[in-house]
């Protein structure tokens, strides 16, 4: 038999485990064909359909999430048309909740797969042309000959550590810029948000296996690890021998990963300020700095000592740590998101992530939708369209500010003179959002110099003491003096004063220096150095005069 796993992503940035995952479980079955077709939900489907067509598999799988269902439904009705003896089925976070419908409403889709598919998937393979004997596999969700729905619960695989690591499957993906890897399966949270809020038991990788498999990682040269552990840090001494082995792949490999920071042990935040900085990369699961928000959401830990924990985290200069909050959830207002992200950037968070709520297939929250007074879509990615908290025009507006966040306070190079505006200024935050909804360009790409001119602009004419901020950051982020924000930087014949106070780096005479004066008299100011021979755009040296 022939299988053609169809590999449908949001972009060529993205790759799937599911592949990889299943394969390695079946590298002995010599009797299976395996086939893959990686495409984006960008390309035209007309030429996806052609190309599955030209392979005449007996079996397309796939996996189907938030951002790939739509597209996939359109592909695999294609394929089912002009291939109408090929089984389609799919699996993935989409079918964790009740699926009769989904199969009602599609009925080209054969059978779906809920919860873990290694060990059931293989078992399903051996009898896929023969419907009668799914009854008895785990996790399959099918409507028969006769239109009997049959749901066969949820699969999970208690032997975790048994199974075979994906990276043996030919089919895992080394070009991608990162590898996920799996430590832990299931969550201790409850969290009625997240798919993994009663995902229980948690099941584990012993530190040896995971050695052997970072082995192998750093053999290929990956230089991204993206750790997947949903609360890396719920067992703190299982944290600390990992963050100890990621240590012996220092400074070669950069890790990613989750922490609760309400669940922030003293001797994790001792080993965690001795690491090497670039060593780890970390994701604050935050939500909301609300304590009824949090209690509503049935998420564990108490607010203070989360906020203690952000705290601490986001202090550490030998890492960064982003933290997320989310616009929809019940009892969660707008004004509150507003104060959230401003508490956020006091803490010095490295970035601001504020999504909007979702509410997923098999979550909590999704079935009790109505009793918490929450309304969404019933189509994906099934966002929240209002509460009894905030109103729709509101999360648009949540949703602006996550762009202005993103192209402003999550940029490297406007990013602490953006958190400098807001801190100083109350108002900042809501004047400027207003500012480019009014200019209609806040859905609008911009390149991280149009976006610096934007803030420049903006606070010339709103909050002109900023401005000598600006410039700086525009001069460190090496775009052009030529510019607004540099009307007022000094390039040509520039000498350097009798004395200065270095700040950073080490002053030659090759250097090409510009000066940027702060008073009338030009006592005051700061030096910028630049590498004449190799033109670098970029100063390698400053220092002050008067300051």
């Known amino acids: 038999m022939k299988i053609l796993w169809l590999d449908l992503n949001s972009s060529y940035a993205h790759s799937s485990l599911a592949l990889p995952a299943l394969h390695a479980q079946m590298l002995d079955n010599k009797t299976i064909e395996w086939d893959i077709l990686s495409a984006t939900i960008n390309e035209n489907v007309g030429l996806i359909v052609s190309d599955i067509y030209k392979r005449k598999p007996d079996v397309l799988a796939a996996t189907c999430w938030l951002f790939t269902h739509e597209v996939l439904l359109h592909i695999a009705a294609?394929?089912?048309?002009?291939?109408?003896?090929?089984?389609?089925?799919?699996?993935g976070p989409e079918f964790l909740g009740n699926n009769k419908e989904f199969l009602q409403h599609n009925p080209f889709i054969d059978a779906v797969f809920r919860g873990e598919g290694e060990e059931s998937f293989p078992k399903w393979i051996s009898n896929y042309n023969n419907p009668e004997k799914w009854i008895d596999i785990e996790g399959l969700n099918y409507i028969d000959k006769n239109g009997v729905f049959h749901d066969n619960g949820i699969a999970r695989v208690m032997a975790f550590d048994k199974l075979i690591a994906p990276e043996q499957s030919p089919f895992f993906n080394w070009s991608k810029p990162f590898v996920q890897l799996e430590t832990t399966r299931g969550c201790f949270n409850t969290c009625a948000f997240c798919v993994s809020g009663g995902e229980k038991p948690v099941r584990t990788l012993s530190i040896d296996v995971i050695r052997e498999r970072l082995i192998d990682i750093h053999k290929h040269g990956i230089k991204n690890v993206r750790v997947l552990d949903r609360t890396f840090n719920y067992d703190t001494r299982r944290a600390k021998e990992l963050l100890n082995l990621f240590l012996e792949f220092s400074p070669d490999i950069c890790f990613h990963l989750e922490m609760h920071p309400a669940l922030l042990a003293d001797e994790l935040k001792s080993t965690l300020a001795a690491l090497p900085k670039g060593l780890l990369h970390l994701e604050a699961g935050i939500q909301s700095l609300r304590e009824p928000v949090l209690i509503e959401s049935k998420r564990k830990g108490k607010l203070k000592a989360a906020l203690e924990g952000l705290q601490y985290l986001s202090s550490l200069t030998n890492m960064e740590t982003h933290a997320d909050l989310i616009a929809g959830l019940p009892l969660y207002h707008l004004s509150e998101i507003f104060e959230d992200v401003h508490t956020l950037a006091k803490y010095g968070a490295g970035e601001i992530q504020l999504e909007s709520l979702k509410l997923l297939p098999g979550t909590e929250m999704r079935l009790r939708a109505e009793e918490l007074g929450i309304v969404y879509s019933i189509y994906p990615p099934y966002e929240v369209l209002a509460t009894r908290e905030i109103t729709p025009d509101e999360l648009q507006v949540a949703r602006q500010l996550s762009r202005l966040l993103d192209g402003f306070y999550n940029v490297h190079a406007w990013q602490e003179v953006t958190r400098q505006l807001m801190l100083n200024n109350q108002d900042f935050l809501i004047n400027f959002l207003e500012y480019l909804v009014s200019k209609n360009i806040i859905d609008s790409p911009l390149s991280m110099e149009r976006r610096g001119l934007i803030l420049y602009e903006y606070c010339k004419e709103n909050y002109p003491a900023h401005l000598t901020d600006i410039t700086i950051a525009w001069i460190e982020a090496g775009v052009s003096l030529k510019k607004a924000p540099a009307e007022r930087v000094k390039t040509k014949r520039q000498t350097p004063p009798d004395n200065w106070d270095i700040i950073k780096g080490e002053y030659k005479d090759s250097l090409r220096l510009c000066f940027l004066p702060i008073n009338?008299?030009?006592?005051?100011?700061?030096?910028?150095?630049?590498?004449?021979?190799?033109?670098?755009?970029?100063?390698?040296?400053?220092a002050s005069i008067g300051i």
């Open 78 to 91: 294609r394929v089912k048309a002009l291939l109408p003896n090929c089984t389609i089925i799919l699996g």
């Open 520 to 542: 009338d008299d030009e006592s005051k100011g700061y030096w910028f150095g630049y590498e004449s021979e190799i033109q670098n755009p970029i100063p390698v040296f400053k």
